[in-house]
């Protein structure tokens, strides 16, 4: 993996396949939303955050689909993406494309962000696994889809893109262990010794126990990262992406 254009890390799901997490840098938008702001919910001009959503477009190959996303398990299927960028499909956290050159993205500052993609099959999705979302299913749902659309999971490659870290993510020890309940590998300790949620081990495992066959994941903190949006660390600030596409 390494950092291929502007702002963007560039992660291998196989051939025909380009995707990669965008950091913070490459846009045009300002603090403090500097500079590559992808989100269009938080306050940034519009403008900027559709000039910002086109050049990652133009990286990726094509437009690409993005969701009001509000930490549930639903899954879209797309087979078209509208050209406008500030464009939604609607309130739903993980997105399927099921036709080459439909691309899909999902928007994070701090929770994980996780790409899939079965080249052989022609599907690709992104998915938004925050801690209640990762909690209710919405990594397992986004494999169950992509295997009714003929997907296999021997066959799926996944990216878990940059989040924030195990021993950033401080909780109370009552939420901690809620979660832990349902994905136990989640269980963490911050570095300063206090209970914990480690979300990309828990999204990794999840992915495993669902057969998925090969998982690569960009360990990046985003809460220690100054390159990557963190609602945690910053509160009013951007979002970056995790995108994929099957080139057409």
Not at 17 to 44: C, E, H, Q
Not at 45 to 65: C, I, K, Y
Not at 112 to 134: K, Q, S, T, Y
Not at 200 to 223: F, N, S, W
Request: glycine share 14%; hydrophobic share 45%; charged share 20%.
């Amino acid at each position: 993996m390494q950092d291929s254009g502007p702002g963007v890390v560039v992660v291998d799901l196989g051939p025909g396949v380009r995707a990669g997490f965008t950091t913070r840098t490459g846009g045009t938008s300002r603090a403090p939303y500097g500079t590559l702001n992808l989100g269009a919910g938080v306050g940034d001009d519009p403008q900027a955050v559709a000039g910002n959503r086109r050049r990652v477009g133009a990286w990726l190959g094509g437009p690409v689909a993005f969701g009001t996303q509000v930490h549930g398990r639903d899954v879209a299927v797309l087979h078209e993406v509208d050209d406008d960028p500030l464009a939604t499909v609607g309130e739903v956290d993980a997105l399927v494309g099921a036709q080459p050159g439909v691309g899909v993205g999902v928007l994070v500052a701090d929770c994980v962000p996780v790409l899939l993609a079965d080249a052989e099959a022609g599907l690709v999705a992104a998915v938004h696994a925050g801690r209640r979302g990762l909690a209710a299913g919405v990594v397992q749902s986004t494999v169950e889809r992509l295997v009714a659309l003929g997907a296999r999971t021997s066959r799926l490659r996944a990216a878990i893109g940059p989040a924030i870290a195990g021993a950033s993510y401080e909780v109370p020890v009552e939420l901690r262990d809620e979660v832990a309940r349902l994905v136990p590998e989640c269980a963490a300790r911050t570095a300063w010794g206090t209970p914990a949620l480690d979300l990309p081990a828990g999204v990794e495992a999840v992915l495993g126990r669902a057969g998925v066959g090969r998982v690569t994941r960009v360990a990046r903190d985003t809460y220690a990262d100054p390159d990557l949006f963190s609602y945690r660390r910053d509160g009013r600030t951007g979002r970056f992406a995790g995108v994929v596409r099957i080139l057409a």
